[in-house]
Each structure stands twice: as structure tokens, then as C-alpha cells.
């Protein structure tokens, strides 16, 4: 029981965290992209990395989602794909949040990066477990 106290406050903390920091106009691509111009890049190729990195911390923020989720709703049926469903659904509800935040914009786009990055880390997870489980 007190496992699952601690997984529901990490996941609770999780989903605060990614509203707070999406609620901040300063997490966008703009400023980004001055970092990255900063550093003397090219245009276009300042514009493809910031466009990678901002994809992979979606990727990798909602996949870490998906994985809190799952060690919280353990074990129950189809645990995976509730923990999937969570991640994509919380990754839908934070960009339509973002539609509301000053400088700020929500993408469909986005929802779909989420949603794979959860995928994947489910995937890594279920994976991992199987090869475990046989040794």
C-alpha cells in the first residue's frame, strides 16, 4: 500500500509538473530557437535541432508519464494500454491547456509525439519485463 501512495504522489507530481511548465510562455519554440541561433548555427539548421529537441522532450516527458502511470495502476488488466491511454489523453488536455496560455500554442501534431513517446516507452518496459521474466 504504500508503494502505491508513492507512485500515485510521483504521478500526481508529474502532471503538475507538465502544467506548470506549459503554463510558462518562455518553454516555446521562440525562445528556443534563440538559443540555438545563439550558438552561431545556420538558420536551417538551428531550426531542424530545435525542432528535434523540443520533439524529444515531449517524447521523453510523456513517455515517463506513461511509465509512472503503469507502476500506479499495477496490476490490473490491461495496465499497459491504460497507461497509454492516461499519457495520450494528459498529452491531449495539456495542449488544448496551451491554447489559453499567452504565447503559447497546442498541436495536434504534439498530441501524437506524446502519444508515441508513450508508446515507446511501454514498449521498452513490456520488452525489458519479457526478457527478465525468461532468465
Known amino acids: 500500500m504504500r508503494s502505491r501512495i508513492i507512485w500515485i504522489t510521483v504521478l500526481l507530481g508529474w502532471c503538475a509538473a507538465i502544467f506548470c511548465f506549459t503554463a510558462l510562455p518562455v518553454f516555446n519554440d521562440e525562445h528556443s530557437m534563440r538559443f540555438f541561433l545563439w550558438t552561431g548555427l545556420p538558420l536551417w539548421l538551428a531550426d531542424l535541432i530545435d525542432f528535434g529537441v ?66 515507446l516507452v511501454l514498449l521498452l518496459v513490456y520488452l525489458t519485463e519479457k526478457k527478465w521474466s525468461k532468465d
Not at 496490476?75 to 488536455?93: K, M, Q
Open 54 to 119: 523540443r520533439k524529444l522532450a515531449h517524447a521523453l516527458v510523456f513517455g515517463g508519464l506513461a511509465f509512472v502511470a503503469l507502476q500506479t495502476i499495477r496490476p490490473v488488466r490491461w495496465d499497459y494500454l491504460l497507461a497509454w491511454i492516461f499519457a495520450t489523453l494528459y498529452g491531449a488536455s495539456d495542449e488544448w491547456h496551451q491554447l489559453y496560455v499567452l504565447g503559447r500554442t497546442g498541436s495536434l501534431r504534439d498530441v501524437g509525439v506524446d502519444s508515441g513517446g508513450a508508446l
